[in-house]
């Protein structure tokens, strides 16, 4: 797998990182406890629920180490999204701090993936580690399929033009016809965008040419093909809705497949994250960059 160093250029990702197969034609359902799942056409171990074109997050009064991605209303509870600390160091992340989406609305139903700091040290408030890691269900056929492990992604956070991005690179399409495509998530400032109005960010796939232009995000589309908008919302007075995640364009029409769409939901998810923490900012992205460069 690739990703993109602070100098713009691509750069390769260890083996251990991530592996791959050289002709992935469908994925490997998780682990062994995801019971009665098989691999299927669409090339992916499908989640428990389809990934609907409008996705919310919402708060449960009283849970702060858990939340629900839903459908159009908060009564339509799709998965549970635990908040991990690191304190116990269980599960994936060990004791990297992040987010744990479960295959169901439930604590008790297994991981499907997992986001979050590249090492337990990243989230201190003085680092400035660009880095994150998705953790995602592995290719059928690789080593990773065979233990049950998770596939190692990587998004990585840069200023580009004066603007604040965060890139990945995931398969796309289905079947035996798998490639691996670039996004780029863009900062939407508050107060900039009719649909966005307490910002948010907008996704393009960052190689696919001409740009298409949907007119909640016309704004933010200049360079490539927007694919999801991401909407933070008004925290101020219930704190319940967290943000809303809507497809566009190739991300609408399904050709991009349901592993994109996890990646699409596990990247949102670590956006709101960081945002929370205060590290979507242009200067603490471009301290990291200037961080990583010496």
Known sequence: MDTTNSSGKIASLSSQDSVRVSSPDSFQEHLPKFQGQTPTDTAFASPCNPFPIVMNAYAQWGQFKSFNICGATEEDRLYLVEVHT??????????????????????????????????????????????????????????????????????????????????????????????????????????????????????????????????????????????????????????????????????????LGERWRLMVVMTALRLWTIRVKGKTTKGLIAMGEKMSTK
């Open 86 to 255: 690191g304190y116990s160091a269980s599960g994936p992340l060990g004791r990297r701090p992040g987010v744990l989406l479960h295959n169901g609305t439930s604590k008790k139903d297994p991981i499907l993936a997992a986001a979050g700091d590249e090492s337990q040290f990243a989230a201190r408030a003085y680092s400035f580690n660009n880095e994150s890691i998705i953790l995602m269900p592995p290719l059928r056929g690789s080593t990773a399929a065979q233990t049950g492990d998770f596939v190692t992604e990587r998004m990585r956070a840069s200023v580009s033009s004066g603007q604040v991005t965060f890139d990945f690179d995931i398969e796309v399409g289905s079947g035996d016809k798998l490639r691996q495509e670039r996004f780029q998530w863009r900062k939407i400032k508050k107060g900039t965008d009719g649909s966005a109005k307490e910002g948010g960010f907008t996704l393009v796939a960052a190689n696919s040419g001409a740009p298409s232009t949907p007119s909640s995000s016309s704004s933010t589309n200049a360079d490539g093909h927007v694919v999801a908008l991401l909407m933070w919302r008004k925290l101020f007075p219930t704190f319940k809705h967290a943000f809303t995640l809507e497809l566009f364009g190739r991300g609408l029409s399904g050709e």
